[in-house]
């Protein structure tokens, strides 16, 4: 599962990303709008801006504004920043890895093998699916929304 951490950043970068081009947004109004506490988005958007996702400028005329377009954001580096690698089992990751206690051998765990596939799979998708997939989804699910009839009697 993802943390909050991670939840608050979609919502901050879907705001960003629905921004006008260089309209940088104050950490202030992007917390009070989102309903994000402040201190906690002051972290969260230094993570994303040392990951190459956000840039910030100082002083007047000063925030956050996204450093890529968001069909080029993928959810996968978002979660990556943020949360380290999404390997299912400890011997998969790639940037913590250590051997698991249980295992005899890793060349035939069961075990490995198939969280290989699962990690392999979960990779690949979420590399695939973008902040703009993100925001198009909930658009069309708002639109399916104002589209429904209700037929009461």
Do not use: W
């Not at 992007?30 to 969260?44: Q, T, Y």
Request: hydrophobic letters at 40%; proline letters at 3%; a positive charge.
């Amino acid at each position: 599962m993802i943390t909050k951490k991670t939840k608050y950043a979609f919502k901050a970068l879907i705001h960003l990303a629905g921004t006008p081009s260089g309209h940088p947004v104050l950490i202030a109004d992007l917390a009070e709008s989102e309903n994000i506490p402040k201190k906690f988005l002051e972290f969260i958007l230094l993570s994303l801006r040392k990951g190459g996702l956000l840039n910030s400028r100082v002083g007047k005329g000063g925030g956050y504004s996204l450093a890529l377009p968001a069909d080029k954001i993928s959810v996968g580096s978002i979660i990556r920043i943020l949360e380290g690698d999404f390997a299912p089992v400890q011997c998969l990751s790639t940037t913590n890895r250590t051997r698991c206690e249980e295992c005899k051998d890793e060349e035939t765990c069961g075990i490995r093998l198939t969280m290989a596939d699962v990690h392999a799979v979960l990779t690949t998708t979420l590399g695939n699916l973008t902040l703009a997939d993100m925001i198009e989804r909930s658009e069309q699910a708002r639109k399916k929304l104002r589209n429904v009839v209700d037929y009461c009697i």
